[in-house]
């Protein structure tokens, strides 16, 4: 089907918002959706089209116990004093993946936890996939390439970034590879903004990287430290 | 929907900052987005799962999963009111599908409107006399749908339904149902942007 139509592409768009695409034309049309400006702008447009329905429901205020429940499960992150642990970062250390490529990476059997002072983070893609093993002790840090790596964009470049706490603006720390393994030896500022840092995203940049030192493309990767 | 007025594009960036203080882990961030989108989003689930126990688990997770993806909205793609909309449906309708929706329907959920129209209480904030002006248009250009149109909309909509299980439902073949919400779908449209 020609989806350049706006005829053909509209309704489909309307029917996949309202959940009614279903098995392979589902899985084609998010394949488009990922891939074609046009497609992702018509469900954006559905989407928007239909959200006043959902405000038709009058506003309920819920009990103040529903905030209180959310406050205790984000939680784990502040309260048990460990800045790199996140939710996130322990359902990707449970995963067999990660610890079969955790020990492929150490040389040592898969349960074997990384050596204390060492912060290891895996970065994935917004579907779970995994891409880089990052690694940092001390002021040295390694980007290594994971499964089948992955190649940028022609003419860009995948740039790694720290996010900090406190608002603070994001640091970069480097270029990732698309193959193998790469190094960077940090500055001692970012060493010390590491140890605060809340995250870590891969943005797509111009060849060779942001040009304003702050990322400007979008984010496409993330992945956050367990601490060793 | 232009998000025209100067309230609501505040309203947005205002949004926008505490997703990215999200993304940060802080919590403040959250906090501002509960603030603005829960009672709203749980009003929408009171409708759609009928019981407050379901509704206050589907707020609690919708939140959770909005901690979670913060990094990963984007402007481009819709409002963040719209995405959490979108996040509060699709976990309310898990929740239906695990309950075996042993809930009964919603007026709205069968769209049956006019209860809902009349319902308007007094005084309110400007944005959301604007939001509650454009439902309004919504719902007028629902109106206008045939009855079985507008049922396979909000069946979906608000019910999380399939094509097959409305057929079932309005006891009628699945082709036609398609018609029905193809003709819904492009009927709406068309009234919205005349």
Known sequence: ?228 | MDGGTLGNRNRQAHLQRSMAACARGEEAGLEVLYGALSAQLFGLLMRILQRPDLAEEALQDTFINIWNKASEYRASRGTITTWATTIARNRAFDILRRERRDVPLDPLVLGELSDILGSESGAQEADVVRSRAESRRLAECLQRLSDRQRKSLTLAYFGGFTQEEIAGKLSAPLGTVKSWVRRALAGLKRCLET
């Open chain 1, 1 to 228: 089907m020609n989806y350049a139509r706006p005829e053909l592409l509209d309704p489909l768009a309307g029917e996949y918002v309202l959940g009614h695409l279903r098995g392979r034309a589902r899985e084609r049309f998010e394949r488009l959706l990922l891939s074609d400006v046009a497609v992702a702008q018509a469900v954006t447009d559905w989407q928007e089209r239909l959200a006043p329905l959902a405000r038709l429901a009058p506003p309920v205020v819920p009990r103040p116990r529903v905030w209180r429940e959310i406050r205790r499960r984000i939680a784990p992150a502040r309260s048990r004093r460990r800045p790199w642990f996140s939710a996130r970062a322990a359902a990707v250390a449970a995963s067999a993946a990660f610890l079969a490529i955790l020990g492929l990476y150490l040389a040592r059997p898969a349960v074997t936890p990384a050596p204390a002072g060492q912060q290891l983070a895996l970065l994935t893609s917004h579907q779970g996939t995994p891409r880089w093993l990052i690694s940092v002790r001390g002021r040295h840090l390694k980007m290594l390439t994971v499964g089948a790596g992955a190649t940028p964009p022609q003419g860009k470049s995948y740039q790694l970034w720290m996010l900090p706490g406190g608002g603070a603006k994001p640091i970069s720390l480097g270029l990732l590879p698309s193959s193998g393994l790469a190094s960077e030896v940090l500055s001692p500022r970012q060493v010390q903004a590491l140890k605060g840092a809340r995250g870590l995203a891969v943005s797509i940049e111009p060849h060779g990287g942001s040009p304003t030192g702050l990322p400007t493309g979008p984010v496409v990767y993330t992945g956050s430290f367990i601490s060793g």
